[in-house]
T-cell receptor, first 117, second 113 residues
Framework: GAGVSQSPSNKVTEKGKDVELRCDPI?????LYWYRQSLGQGLEFLIY????????KSGLPSDRFSAERTGGSVSTLTIQRTQQEDSAVYLC???????????????FGNGTRLTVT | GDSVTQMEGPVTLSEEAFLTINCTYT??????LFWYVQYPGEGLQLLLK?????DKGSNKGFEATYRKETTSFHLEKGSVQVSDSAVYFC????????????FGIGTKLQVIP
């Protein structure tokens, strides 16, 4: 079946512009995660959704970052007034309800490579 | 807080060499442990997992044993191939719902013929 889909795959933007990154999770997956992957920094947790609510937003780096999820499906990550340090690969992952299957793995998309010039 | 520490790479091995990538964790509860792999140009995918102490996860010739006493989950393979060249991430998730998955920094493995 279809995996996690992210769009766009690449985004180049000028400093100060806003960007929106989209994630379509696997159908039926209630949990959705956003991570950021920077060179030499590993995977940095940003935010986690259970259904449409976000129990854990602790990883959002600043108030320029926000995310929403609608209909328990598609999620968008918005970065306002982008800065050069926002350049990274933004990864989305989904999984089955962790409350009942806490060992259920994450299924990742291929990411959006964001470059802020 | 919960954290995962893994050896920094890059690790360069000759084909058929033995591989160990160390991973240790700190957690307030009893986590499930995972190894994810990212092949060049591809997304992360689950390699193997273990959900309780002394469990051994295995896949594609890779193995890792959940060691509660040493809080470790080292990844091993007896004979690596060029196709194993990738970045390997150790990760944990606590039980009890609403839990994020915490990843290590990733270890890049390069296998040369």
């Amino acid at each position: 079946g279809a995996g996690v889909s992210q769009s766009p795959s690449n985004k180049v933007t000028e400093k100060g512009k806003d960007v929106e990154l989209r994630c379509d999770p696997i159908s039926g997956h209630t949990a959705l995660y956003w991570y950021r992957q920077s060179l030499g920094q590993g995977l940095e947790f940003l935010i986690y959704f259970q259904g449409n609510s976000a129990p854990d937003k602790s990883g959002l780096p600043s108030d320029r970052f926000s995310a929403e999820r609608t209909g328990g499906s598609v999620s968008t990550l918005t970065i306002q007034r982008t800065q050069q340090e926002d350049s990274a690969v933004y990864l989305c992952a989904s999984s089955l309800d962790p409350d009942s299957l806490y060992n259920s793995p994450l299924h990742f998309g291929n990411g959006t490579r964001l470059t802020v010039t | 807080g919960d954290s995962v520490t893994q050896m920094e790479g890059p690790v360069t091995l000759s084909e058929e060499a033995f591989l160990t990538i160390n991973c240790t964790y700190t957690a307030t509860g009893y986590p499930s442990l995972f190894w994810y792999v990212q092949y060049p140009g591809e997304g992360l995918q689950l390699l193997l997992k273990a959900t309780k102490a002394d469990d051994k996860g295995s896949n594609k010739g890779f193995e890792a044993t959940y060691r509660k006493e040493t809080t470790s989950f080292h990844l091993e393979k007896g004979s690596v191939q060029v196709s194993d060249s990738a970045v390997y991430f150790c990760a944990l998730r606590l039980a009890g719902g609403y839990q994020k998955v915490t990843f290590g920094i990733g270890t890049k493995l390069q296998v040369i013929p």
